[in-house]
């Protein structure tokens, strides 16, 4: 017969348990967040803007969709004016509105500011 355990120690490893829980979900969200962010650009994003943020090629007679991997873009654009381009659309860039959460604007902004180059 296997010996059980007595309740305050059950209670314990329980309360251990629901914290460690707990703390691992505040992570994930973060984690989720990115993860998010890598899945809405490589399905939205990429198929204009490149998977490497490079940019690609434009239809004729329009602007070539943005480098994200130019420095001089990205030291001139705040976060929330790449929210707003986002939301709203720019030249061929169409707007998303409100397809996106704050929290997915936020981590995609974050995923395009990685472009940057160091």
């Known amino acids: 017969m296997t010996p059980s355990l007595p309740r305050p120690r059950l209670r314990w490893g329980l309360l251990c348990a629901a914290l460690a829980s707990a703390g691992c979900h505040r992570g994930e969200s973060s984690d989720t967040s990115a993860a998010d962010a890598e899945q809405i650009f490589s399905t939205i994003c990429a198929k204009c803007h490149g998977s490497d943020g490079k ?3 434009a239809a004729a007679g329009a602007n070539a969709p943005r480098n994200f991997c130019d420095a001089a873009f990205q ?12 939301r709203k659309g720019k030249g061929g860039m169409p707007p998303f509105g409100n397809s996106f959460t704050d929290a997915e604007l936020s981590a995609l902004v974050r995923k395009l500011r ?4 160091k």
């Open 75 to 86: 030291s001139s654009r705040t976060d929330e004016d790449l929210k707003q381009v986002i």
């Open 55 to 57: 940019g690609g090629l």
């Open 114 to 117: 990685s472009f940057s180059p």
